[in-house]
């Protein structure tokens, strides 16, 4: 069945690093894929998203791109900041698209 | 902002009391959901509905039920509390595809309601 699986967290970094989260998935047909983001406290929060192959999604200095040939959606960021500090949820809509698929979260920790 | 309430926002309840959670939305969506959240499972969905008095079952729906008798409101009723059921629970909805292109079908997420059964 259709399924996401990311890295385990917690990822602790230094204002300033590089950051990447890594993802990747199964599923039947072209799903479209989503990175989700929580900050303490409140809901999720659609953060990017791609819906075809090579697509890449940006939003707030983070990009992803769907890459199918490695059934991978990876999050990165150049230089991270301590507000982003929250739990990233990497997620897919199934080919019947009435249901989301989301990987178990990774916590990021960013150090002054 | 998606126009997503949900309450109550806490609630601590006995094991074996019934509960509703209610999720309520403005914007006239057919597909709302919901989903439990747990350390390291993510998010599972729970039910789902696809528009007034029509729902199916998710991954994990034993223990609950779900009603929808308007097109606004989703309920999520506990019928018989367990502690396996403290968790904090997520309503959701699905836009509608636009005649502006494909959609893809990304969930737009409530505030959460945070539920301890003792």
Redesign the interface.
């Known amino acids: 069945g259709d399924s996401?699986t990311q890295m385990e967290g917690p990822v602790t970094l230094s204002e300033e690093a590089f950051l990447t989260i890594n993802c990747t998935y199964t599923a039947t047909g072209y799903p479209?894929l989503?990175w989700?983001v929580q900050y303490p406290g409140?809901?999720?929060?659609?953060l990017l998203?791609?819906?075809k192959a090579d697509d890449k999604g940006s939003n707030k200095g983070f990009e992803a791109t769907y890459r199918k040939e490695t059934t991978s959606f990876h999050l990165e960021k150049g230089s991270v900041q301590v507000s982003d500090s929250a739990v990233y949820?990497c997620a897919l809509?199934a080919n019947n698209?009435?249901?989301?698929y989301?990987?178990?979260?990774t916590k990021l920790n960013v150090k002054p | 902002d998606a126009g997503i309430t949900q309450s109550p926002r806490h609630k601590v309840t006995e094991t074996g009391t019934p509960v509703t959670l209610r999720c309520h939305q403005t914007e006239n969506h057919r597909y709302m959901y919901w989903y439990r959240q747990d350390p390291g499972h993510g998010l599972r969905l729970i039910h789902y509905s696809y528009g007034v008095k029509d729902t199916d079952k998710g991954e994990v729906s034993d223990g609950y039920s779900v009603s929808r008798s308007k097109t606004e409101d989703f309920l999520l009723t506990l019928e018989s509390a367990t502690s396996s059921q403290t968790s904090v629970y997520f309503c959701a909805i699905r836009p509608q595809p636009t005649r502006l292109g494909p959609s893809s079908y990304e969930q737009y997420f409530g505030p959460g309601t945070r539920l301890t059964v003792t």
């Open positions: 996401v479209s989503f989700y409140e809901g999720l929060q659609l998203k791609a819906t949820f809509s698209f009435n249901k989301f989301f990987g178990s979260g």
